[in-house]
Every structure is written in structure tokens, then in C-alpha cells.
């Protein structure tokens, strides 16, 4: 028998936070998997998450806890496949540590990733993007915030994460005025900022008066950084309010990442090449920001206006003669 819980200690202290050194929210993501993981097992089995054996999580029972996220807690194929990617990784680690339990082990990481539909992605128009943005009281000081906020993760599309742990001395204004973050897997870019956005940042930094350049550029009254999920109140909040003079805002999901989404929109609509696009989001392929192209109906639309029409003979185009175009003109 094999103790689950010096494998698991040792997956995040030494592999995660040691070798690999994963990012705060890796290590989160994983953690909170296993909190429901272990809590599944306690109260299937009665055991308790000290007491359990690394034979306690054969590929049975991991694919019961998986159909236990669906079925019982709601969660989604995406959330499904993160909680098994998590659980793989520690299977991984334990391959090393416990090579007796190869066979369970190797069942374990033959489970498959559940298939997703692939949607469209939602994203606002120039005019519904103006009613959120205008939503906020820029009489007060958590409306003038909330405004700064919504207006630069609108134009530079910046991940929820990368709003939150901006610092004040990322920004940079006046000539070559742009925004610096450390982005998803370690990269960091630049982002160039519009002269409104400019502008509007400006107006807050003042506002800001932090007294050192590591501050939050984005904070509480108390100075603290914002939450993940303020952001997400504060964005639902001001779409809530926009929407009652836009009732086109009812039918639309608008979330932080639903800004960034308008955000390389906004771009493709430009006609800035689609490599730009993924350097400008932090992508790691082109392949990714291809999810744009699909949902761009305006340029489907221009390429079936390209198309020859049905019972149309094709041929090659001839100019008009011009002394005939003369005499047509008479």
C-alpha cells in the first residue's frame, strides 16, 4: 500500500512550485481539484484524505468523480477537462514516486479529455461597446476607477489576471505611451495604447497618486489589488445599468473576457493580419486566434460577395473600349 499523502505534498512542493515553478493560479486550479476530489472520496468511502491509499483512485473511481462534476455539481466539459488535466499531472508525478502501481497509474492517464462543442465567440459592436464604457458614475471615485478599468481592457485586450496584477509602473505615458504585463505562461508584452486610452489612464493615474510604482494600478479604497471576481461584478454591474437604455445588451453574455474578445475583433476588423492578433493577445499559436475568423460574419459576408453568382457565365473580364464608352456617353 502506497500513502496518497506524502505523493500529493510532494507533487506541489516539489514538482509544481520547485521544478516547474507554477504560477499562483496553477497551483490554485490544482489545489481546488483536489479538495473535491478528496471530499468526493471521504464520502464515498468514509476514509479520511490522510488515511487514503494511492489504490483509492483507480481509473474507476476517478472517472465516477468526473461524471460526479457533470451530473451533480453542473460543471462544464471545459471545467471536466481541467480537473482531469490536474489529475493527471499528479498521476504523472507518481509514476516516479510509486512505479509498483504502474498499471493503475497508467489506466489513470489513459482516461480521455471529454469532447467540446465549439461556439462562436460573443463580442459588442463599436455603439455597444460605447453604453458600458459610458456606464460608470464618473462623478466618484470607484466610477472613475471602473471607467479607467473597462476603457483599457476594451482597447489592449488583457486577460482578467493581467488586469488585476498591472502595477502602476507598467504604464507607461507620453511618447510611445503603452501598457506592460506578465501574461499566461510566463510572457511578457507590451501593448501600445490608443491616444483615448491614453488619455483616459492619465486622468486616473493622477487620481491614483500611489507612492510607489509597484502599487495596483487597479485598486480598493484600501489600496488592495481587485479581486478576479470584483472585475467581473463591476463589468456585470455597468452592463446591467447600460443596458436599460440598450436593450440589445439583454441578449448578449458580457463578461471581462467578453471585452477582450472585443478587443481582437476591433483588430480584425482594422485588417490587422491574424499573427498580430495572437502577439497582441499573448496567444501561443495563430491557431487560437483563428476562433475570431469564424465569428467575423461581416468578413464571411464580403467573401461571398466575391463569389460568382449561380447561372452567371464565367469568363475573363474585359474593360470597356473607350471611344465606345464615348459613344455610349453621346
Not at 460605447?130 to 456606464?135: F, I, S
Not at 507620453?174 to 508584452?189: A, L, V
Not at 498580430?276 to 467573401?303: C, F, N
Request: net charge positive; glycine share 6%; proline share 5%.
Amino acid at each position: 500500500m502506497t500513502a496518497l499523502a506524502p505523493i500529493m505534498e510532494g507533487f506541489f512542493t516539489v514538482r509544481l512550485m520547485n521544478q516547474q515553478d507554477a504560477s499562483p493560479h496553477t497551483i490554485a486550479t490544482y489545489r481546488d481539484t483536489f479538495k473535491l476530489l478528496l471530499t468526493y472520496l471521504h464520502r464515498r468511502t468514509g476514509k479520511l484524505p490522510n488515511r487514503l491509499d494511492l489504490t483509492d483512485l483507480d481509473a474507476t473511481v476517478i472517472g465516477e468523480f468526473l461524471q460526479h462534476l457533470e451530473n451533480v455539481r453542473g460543471n462544464s466539459a471545459a471545467s471536466r477537462n481541467t480537473r482531469l488535466a490536474a489529475i493527471h499531472s499528479l498521476f504523472g508525478y507518481a509514476s516516479l514516486q510509486a512505479p509498483e502501481h504502474a498499471q493503475l497509474i497508467s489506466r489513470v492517464l489513459a482516461i480521455q479529455t471529454k469532447r467540446m462543442a465549439k461556439t462562436t465567440v460573443d463580442f459588442l459592436s463599436h455603439v455597444e461597446l460605447d453604453a458600458p464604457l459610458a456606464a460608470p458614475d464618473r462623478t466618484t471615485w470607484h466610477g472613475r476607477r471602473d471607467h479607467a478599468l473597462l476603457v483599457l481592457a476594451a482597447q489592449t485586450g488583457l486577460r482578467v489576471s493581467e488586469l488585476t496584477a498591472l502595477t502602476v509602473g507598467d504604464l507607461r505615458l507620453g511618447t510611445g505611451s503603452h501598457i506592460s504585463c506578465h501574461g499566461k505562461g510566463r510572457k511578457d508584452r507590451c501593448t501600445p495604447l490608443t491616444a483615448h486610452t491614453q488619455q483616459t489612464m492619465a486622468v486616473w493615474l493622477a487620481e491614483r497618486c500611489a507612492a510607489t510604482d509597484t502599487a495596483p494600478l487597479f485598486c480598493t479604497r484600501a489600496g488592495t489589488p481587485l479581486s478576479r471576481d470584483a472585475v467581473g461584478r463591476l463589468v456585470g454591474k455597468h452592463t446591467t445599468r447600460a443596458s436599460q437604455d440598450h436593450p440589445a445588451l439583454h441578449s448578449k453574455t458580457i463578461t471581462p473576457h467578453t471585452l477582450r474578445h472585443t478587443a481582437a475583433m476591433t483588430l480584425l476588423h482594422a485588417g490587422v493580419d491574424i499573427t498580430v492578433i495572437a502577439l497582441w493577445l499573448g496567444h501561443e499559436s495563430p491557431t487560437t486566434t483563428r476562433i475570431y475568423l469564424h465569428a467575423d460574419m461581416a468578413l464571411k459576408e464580403q467573401a461571398i460577395a466575391r463569389t460568382t453568382p449561380p447561372d452567371t457565365v464565367a469568363g475573363r473580364y474585359q474593360p470597356t473600349d473607350a471611344l465606345l464608352a464615348f459613344l455610349d456617353q453621346l
